[in-house]
């Protein structure tokens, strides 16, 4: 099954600080999304990225949040001042043939 | 996105019954997909529906999407304490975003 690696997989936090969570795939897609859930909640779609740009965003990915590929391979959502409701589960995933593929999960604690 | 609701938000199962969970939009969907979420884990794609009325197996799992492309349900029969989780249905668009719906959460009795 082809793979998506996200690190961390739990990361806790200061309210205010800056976040960085990592998305690796295992091969060089183009097409790449960020979705979050909040627990017990439905998984929502953040933003799409592709070709190293912004495809797609919603009304959750404010100015606080933004996506990168800084060298090529990751693929990095960074969120600049973090709040307390963005404690969520932080899901990268690409899209292969119609069928998405979704990493483990960047489980965001923000205290 | 394309809305989608799904019924019921939980689901209490006795090991070895049926059950079944459904998935509906108030306009007409192209595809309808479904993702399963085990507890503390991250959606799995389970199946795409894209034709009318159309009926999908696997093992004890059924996938059927309505004859009007506005609902699905997912069916499973003798349910197993490995069907525990969440089932969700969502939307692909044609620039492959997902809109998923609230989900179903399963629990099982043994």
């Known amino acids: ?111 | 996105g394309q809305q989608v609701m799904q019924i019921p938000q939980y689901q209490h199962v006795q090991e070895g019954e049926d059950f079944t969970t459904y998935c509906n939009s108030s306009t007409t969907l192209s595809n309808i997909q479904w993702y399963k979420q085990r507890p503390g884990g991250h959606p799995v794609f389970l199946i795409q529906l894209v034709k009318s009325g159309e009926v999908k197996k696997q093992k004890r799992l059924t996938f059927q999407f309505g004859e009007a492309k506005k609902n699905s349900s997912l069916h499973i029969t003798a349910t197993q304490t490995t069907d525990v989780g969440t089932y969700f249905c969502a939307v692909l668009s044609n620039d492959y975003k997902l809109s998923f719906g609230a989900g179903t959460t399963v629990t099982v009795r043994a």
């Open chain 1, 1 to 111: 099954e082809p793979e998506v690696t996200q690190t961390p997989s739990h990361q806790v936090t200061q309210m205010g600080q800056e976040v960085i969570l990592r998305c690796v795939p295992i091969s060089n897609h183009l097409y790449f999304y960020w979705y979050r859930q909040i627990l017990g909640q439905k998984v929502e779609f953040l933003v799409s990225f592709y070709n190293n740009e912004i495809s797609e965003k919603s009304e959750i990915f404010d100015d606080q949040f933004s996506v990168e590929r800084p060298d090529g391979s990751n693929f990095t959502l960074k969120i600049r001042s973090t709040k307390l409701e963005d404690s969520a589960m932080y899901f990268c995933a690409r899209v292969q043939d119609t069928e998405a593929f979704f990493g483990q999960g960047t489980r965001l604690t923000v205290v």
